[in-house]
């Protein structure tokens, strides 16, 4: 494996960064900071597509992220989170390798879906346990905390997940990161521990925002959580709460207007200009 360029994040940054998520603790190398920052981070960043529907590629350029989502209040996809993560733990010391995963969730096979999602292998000094962090999943099975990289079950903030080794015609380990749903394991993504570097995402990235027929591209989705444990979703024009216990409240949002209230009272963000549903 290898692992990422130095960060170009500066000290300021870094304080920027904490203080947007609302980190206060330590910020050395280790398993505890590594748990408390990915934690903090998916509970302060809502995961978001409006740039992509109004016809604006994301920028994956560090300073860029800084500007939108710790100095702004907005959120972004996996490309995005995850960059901004990685770029964060580099500047403290850990070692992390950018994977490429793809999307099984709703998928009838593995194979009908490319490698458009973006996760973090993360290391740190004097720790044999890898672990697979993801900060920029969004769906309701994303882990909240990093998942040991080795088969079984992981509890993480009152989610449980694990990763499982699956067959692969290729020549590489292939494992699959599954959440326990309410009756059922249901896998999420599967990759290979393969490094991916920058340019191979800022493609990715452009793919996504651009192609017609893509689902970022098409309507808006807009996850967070919520302070009672659950979570609150936008889907186009579907609004879903869903609480800690499981019930859910959903409703039929009219149109660009009430969107564009909810994204910004509801979810906390400040809306760019433009169209926040198509057509």
Known sequence: MTAMDPSSLSREDLDAYCERIGHHGGRNADAGTLRALHHAHVRAFPFENLDPVRGVVPSLAPADLMAKLVRGRRGGYCFEQSTLFA??????????????????????????????????????????????????????GAPLEPVPLAPGEHCGAGRRHRLVRVPSDGPL???????????????????????????????????IATHPRSPFRSRPRVLRLT???????????????????????????????????ICAEEFGIDVPEGPVLPG
């Open 227 to 261: 302070p009672d444990g659950g979570h609150l979703l936008l889907d186009g024009r579907r609004l879903v709460r869903t609480g800690a216990d499981g019930r859910v409240v959903e409703r039929e949002l009219t149109g660009q207007a009430q969107v564009r209230r």
């Open 87 to 140: 770029e964060v733990l580099v500047a403290l010391g850990f070692r992390v390798t950018r994977l490429a995963a793809r999307v099984v969730l709703g998928a009838a096979r593995a194979e009908d879906r490319p490698m458009t999602h973006m996760a973090l292998l993360v290391e740190a000094p004097g720790d044999r346990q890898p672990r697979l962090a993801d900060v920029g999943f969004g769906a309701p």
């Open 173 to 207: 380990e292939l494992w699959s990161l599954e959440f326990r749903t309410e009756d059922a394991w249901q896998a999420q993504y599967v990759f290979t521990l393969a490094p991916f570097a920058r340019p191979d995402f800022e493609v990715a990235n452009w793919y």
